[in-house]
C-alpha cells in the first residue's frame, strides 16, 4: 500500500503529475495541482514523481 504526497509550496501547477497518474489523483484546478481522490489509492508506480519537475510529488509506502 502507497501514500502519494503533495507539496503546494513546491508545486508550479504545471500538470505533469496529473497527466502521468494512472489513478488520476491530482487534477490541475487553477494555477496549482489539487489531489482529488484518496491519496492511499496510490499504485505506487512513481510516474508521477518522476515526471514532477520540481520533486512536489512524494510516494510513501505504507
Known amino acids: 500500500m502507497y501514500m502519494v504526497n ?7 501547477g504545471c500538470g ?3 497527466e502521468a497518474c494512472p489513478a488520476r489523483l ?5 494555477e496549482k ?5 484518496d491519496p492511499s489509492e496510490c ?3 512513481e ?3 518522476t ?6 510529488v512524494t510516494i510513501q509506502e505504507l
Do not use: I, R
Open 26 to 30: 491530482f487534477e490541475v484546478k487553477g
Open 16 to 18: 505533469s503529475c496529473a
Open 6 to 12: 503533495l507539496d503546494l509550496d513546491k508545486c508550479t
Open 51 to 56: 515526471s514532477c519537475p520540481t520533486g512536489a
Open 43 to 45: 499504485m505506487g508506480c
Open 33 to 37: 495541482v489539487e489531489l482529488v481522490s
Open 47 to 49: 510516474t508521477c514523481t
